[in-house]
C-alpha cells in the first residue's frame, strides 16, 4: 500500500443512531424527554443490590428489551441488541457485508455474573466480552471478527474514534457501533467503597457537586464512508491520551486532556473557534470536573457553552461516550443546546461556560470528552 | 514509498520463563504466580514500591514493559505524547474482579476496585515511563496480530505516535501470558519487520 494512500482521510458520515435508557427506547424518545427536562436518575430502594438507598438510572427489573425469550442473552447483550436493531431499521446499512464491522464498547459487561454464582472455569467464558460479542454477531449476522473495547470510561469515545479509523484506513465501510454497561452489586459497592457516589441527584460543575450518580444503558452509532450519506453529520476527528499521574485520579493539571482536545481538532482541520459547543465527560465528582475545566481553559474553548448530561442519565460507563455524543447530534441537529441539570453556581476554578438553561445554537460544530480511570482521556469532533 | 516500521525489542513471559529478544533471561518454574511475578521482580532488580500494590494483570505487564524497555529504548528522542500503547487480553480484568467482588462480601476494598479494569496495566506503564499518547485496550478471544498490527500502523504512519508497544497480557488465576513489542519507525541491528507474522513468531509459545 502507498504512503499517500494511507494518508486518505474520506469523509466518515453518521447514518443512524438509538440511544435506549429508562428515558426512552429510541433517540427521539430520548431527546423529547430532555427537552422537558426530564431526569432518570432516581432515588432506588434495591435491597439486593445495596442496603441504603442510592440515586441512578435504572431500567424496571421485569424489562426484557427485546422479544425473543432466548435465555441465552443476558440483560447487557440484550440491552445491545434492542439498541443496534434499533439503529439498524431503515438505515441501508448491511451487516452481513464484510465491509461493516461490528464494535462493542463495555467497562464490565456480563459482570453481574459474579454475583450469583462461585467462579467456576465454564462462568470464565460467559463473562468474556468475546462471548457476548459473538452472540451479538451471530443474531445480526455479522461476518467479520468484532471489535471489543474495555478503556474505563473513555471506551465509548474511543470505540468511535477506532470506528472512524477503521473506515478511513479502508478496511471497512461501514462501522455498527454501540456500547452498554448495566448496573450491579459489583459496579455499585465499587463506587460506594471510594465514596464517589452522590447522596442526591448529581449537579456537574456546580459549586456544591459531592459525587456521581451510576447509570444504565446503550448506545448505537453507525458510520459509514458511503458518499450517499454525505449530506450527513460527520465524525471528523478524535484523540485520546494519558495523564500518567495517577490510575484513579485526573491529572492537577488538565494539560493531558488538553493534548486530546487540540489533537482532536487538528485531526478534523478545525480550530477552537469553531466548536459550538461541548459535551462535557462533566461526572460531578470534584476532582474530574475541576480537571475537565482546567483542560478545556488550557484549550482556549473556555468561553465555549458546555454541558454535562450526567444530571439526566448518571454515569453510563461504556455507554456514556456514545448516548451523549448521540444526543449531542440531536442538538446539532435541532440547533438546541441542553441544560446541565443541577449545575447552578460555578464551582470550578477556572470558569468554563456552563449551559444552565436550554440554548439556541447555530452550532456546525461539536467537542465530545470523557476520561477515566487509568489516567485515559479521549476527545472527538463531531460536524455539519 | 513504503512505510514499513520494525519491532526492536519484545518480550514475552509464560510457563514460569521470561524472554527478551527470543533469548530466555530467567526462568522459575513451578512458583505460583504471585511469586513467579515477586521473582521476576527481584531478579531484575527492578525498584519501584508501587510494584507491591499493583493486581498480577499489572504486575505482567509492568514487569514485561520494563524488560522491553531495558537497555537500547532511547525514550529522550520522544515527547512524552509521542509513545503510546495497544494492548488486548482474553479475560479483561476478570482475575483481580474475583478478588474484588469476595471482599464485597467483608467490606468492598477501593485498592482492588480500582483494578477491576483491563486498562489499568497501561496506566500503570505510563505513570512509570510518562507514556502520555494515544492508548487502547482490547478483549479478544485470542492474539489477533493484524488487528493491532493495522492499529499501531495507523498510529505511526500518520505521526500521531512516533513509537508504540503493543502486545497481549493476560492473567486469569494460574493462568498467565504476555508479549510485548516495541514498535519504532527505525531499525535495529535485532529489529525485524513490523508485521503479523512476525508478532505472531515471537507470540508463539
Partial sequence: MSGIDKMRKPDVFVVADNVLSPLGKTTAENFGKLKENVSAVKQQHLPAISSPPFYASLFGKDEIFIKTDAPVYTKFERLLIASIENALQGSGIDTKDNKTVLIISSTKGNISLLENEQYHPELKKRIALSSSAKLIAEYFGFTRRPVIISNACVSGVVAMISGMRLLRSGQYENAVIAGADVISAFILSGFQSFQALSPQVCRPFDKLRNGLNLGEGAGTILLSTDEKYRKNIKVLGGSVSNDANHISGPSRTGQELSYAIRQSLHDADLSSGDIGFISAHGTATVYNDEMEARAIALSGLQSVPLNSLKGYYGHTLGAAGLIESIISLQSLKHGLVLPTLGFTECGVTKPVNVVASPLPTKANYFLKTASGFGGCNAAVVFGK | ?205
Avoid at chain 2, 164 to 184: M, N, P, R
Fill in chain 2, 1 to 205: 514509498m513504503l512505510l514499513e516500521n520494525y519491532i526492536t525489542s519484545s518480550c514475552t513471559i509464560e510457563y514460569g520463563a521470561v524472554f527478551k529478544d527470543g533469548e530466555q533471561l530467567f526462568e522459575n518454574k513451578g512458583a505460583g504466580l504471585p511469586d513467579f511475578l515477586l521473582s521476576v521482580y527481584q531478579h531484575f532488580q527492578l525498584n519501584y514500591p508501587k510494584f507491591y500494590k499493583m493486581d498480577n494483570l499489572s504486575k505482567l505487564g509492568w514487569l514485561a514493559a520494563e524488560i522491553l524497555l531495558k537497555g537500547n529504548f532511547k525514550k529522550d528522542q520522544y515527547q512524552p505524547e509521542e509513545i503510546g500503547l495497544i494492548l488486548a487480553n482474553s479475560n479483561s480484568s476478570l482475575d483481580n474482579d474475583i478478588k474484588y467482588f469476595d471482599s464485597v462480601k467483608d467490606i468492598a476494598s477501593p485498592s482492588l476496585f480500582v483494578y477491576t479494569l483491563p486498562n489499568i496495566v497501561i496506566g500503570e506503564i505510563c505513570i512509570r515511563n510518562d507514556f502520555k499518547g494515544e492508548h487502547a485496550f482490547f478483549i479478544q478471544d485470542t492474539f489477533d496480530a493484524d488487528f493491532i498490527g493495522q492499529q499501531v500502523n495507523y498510529l505511526l504512519n500518520r505521526n500521531i505516535l512516533k513509537t508504540c508497544i503493543c502486545g497481549w497480557a493476560d492473567v486469569l488465576q494460574q493462568d498467565y501470558k504476555t508479549a510485548l513489542f516495541l514498535v519504532e519507525k527505525q531499525k535495529n541491528e535485532n529489529s525485524v519487520l513490523f508485521s503479523a507474522g512476525n508478532m505472531d513468531n515471537i507470540f508463539k509459545p
